[in-house]
């Protein structure tokens, strides 16, 4: 057979045991992405039989899978509610960012690999998976809870974040001197600055730019006109997933609920090809020495995200229940933490820290949905009512006081 038959097979194989899987992921009520992970790893370098022929469009795909997967989540919210989130979310987002980071910091100064894989293991542990926790609070019925908004302007503070990060974390693996790293980063930043204005003085311009009453036009306009704006962003050395995200900002009102619609299953489609083509450039034999240490960091970070989240709704006056509830939706990791690590390893900073983020993001994304239930069960239930109540009289004696 020539090779365009057998990437075929291959790449057809591939999605059909994804499919596959994904009906088995919605029986066990977890994500399907710690299973697509798994198949990579079984095809991939060093699996049971790696995959030959597919690789180019598999890689190409996974590229299109993360612009995708940060365009949905863009469209989800107005430039109004992004500025008012963020206005809001000054508490949240400094917490966030410091027992998010530091841990993931200090565990690649402790293994030895060095300043820059330290910067870029702060930004694996800090960012959470915003797709996943979105999942997650629909699956559970929360989107109307009064916690949601506080766990959303911290994904959403995260994800602004990542605009000014990879410029920085760019520039320090690349090796460039101080002038040139300065440079590089006011470019990027400035791209940053010049789409952000568009989404938020001239989004209603856009929406009427990709407008139309043909879903398949809507689709190709939509689709075109991101991959155009995320490759300007990606050429100014920012990541071309924040040009993805302003771009879903931007697009607003009607056009944005109607693009939801038609570009939901091409998002489900390239997403499990993005977490696919990361465990197939994974050798599942470099994941065993990073299981404990993937471990450890999994249980610091998750607490960490935890008490960030419980914070930061009794900062926003959210009752005992929902500040338990804010913290376990904020447990995963994925698209972000694995983009970060692809990037560092690429750049050839440390050849085991692919292996511990794949570790690190199995860990929490298999555990962060199942433990994002946990304040639904009936014995945590009673627990936070007589916590509270115990809370109660402490309250009454220190206003007497």
Not at 105 to 110: E, I, K, P, T, V
Not at 189 to 204: D, K, P, S
Request: glycine share 10%; aromatic share 6%.
């Amino acid at each position: 057979m020539d090779h365009g038959a057998l990437a075929l097979i291959e790449i057809g194989a591939l999605l059909f045991v994804i499919g596959l899987l994904g009906r088995l992921a919605r029986k066990w009520e977890i994500s399907p992405i710690p299973l697509v992970l798994l198949i990579g790893l079984a095809f991939g370098e060093g699996g049971l039989l790696p995959i030959a022929h597919g690789a180019e469009f598999i890689e190409i795909g996974a590229e299109i899978g993360v612009i995708l997967l940060l365009l949905m989540l863009g469209l989800e919210y107005t430039a109004d509610e992004l500025v008012g989130n963020l206005r809001s979310a000054k508490f949240s987002g400094t917490l966030d960012f410091v027992l998010g980071a530091l841990p993931g910091a200090a565990a690649a100064l402790l293994l030895g690999w060095g300043p820059v894989a330290a910067v870029a293991l702060a930004g694996i542990t800090w960012v959470t998976s915003s797709g996943v926790v979105a999942k997650v609070l629909q699956d559970l019925g929360r989107l109307a809870n009064r916690e949601t908004p506080v766990v959303l302007s911290v994904l959403v503070t995260e994800d602004l974040a990542m605009a000014f990060y990879l410029p920085i974390l760019s520039a320090l693996l690349a090796g460039m001197s101080l002038g040139a790293s300065a440079l590089a980063i006011g470019i990027a930043l400035g791209c940053v600055a010049a789409i952000f204005y568009i989404a938020l003085r001239h989004g209603a311009l856009v929406s009427r730019l990709v407008s139309s009453r043909d879903a398949e036009v809507l689709l190709l306009s939509v689709l075109g006109l991101t991959l155009l704006v995320a490759g300007l962003a990606a050429g100014a050395n920012v990541s071309s997933a924040v040009g993805a995200f302003l771009m879903g900002i931007a697009i607003s009102g009607p056009v944005a609920r109607h693009a939801q619609r038609a570009l939901a299953p091409l998002r489900d489609v390239f997403a499990a090809v993005f977490f696919l083509f990361f465990g197939l450039s994974t050798d599942p034999r470099d994941l065993v020495p990073m299981l404990v240490p993937a471990v450890i960091l999994a249980v610091v970070t998750m607490a960490a995200k935890l008490l960030t989240g419980y914070l930061a709704a009794r900062h926003a006056g959210i009752a005992e229940a929902g500040r338990w509830r804010a913290g376990f939706a904020l447990l995963p990791r994925g698209e972000f933490s694995i983009v970060i690590a692809g990037l560092a390893v690429a750049s050839g900073v440390e050849p085991a820290l692919a292996a511990l983020a794949t570790t690190y993001v199995l860990i929490t994304i298999v555990a962060g949905p199942l433990l994002a239930r946990v304040p639904d069960a009936a014995w945590f239930s009673r627990w936070v009512a007589g916590r509270a109540a115990r809370a109660r009289p402490r309250a009454l004696l220190s206003r007497k006081s």
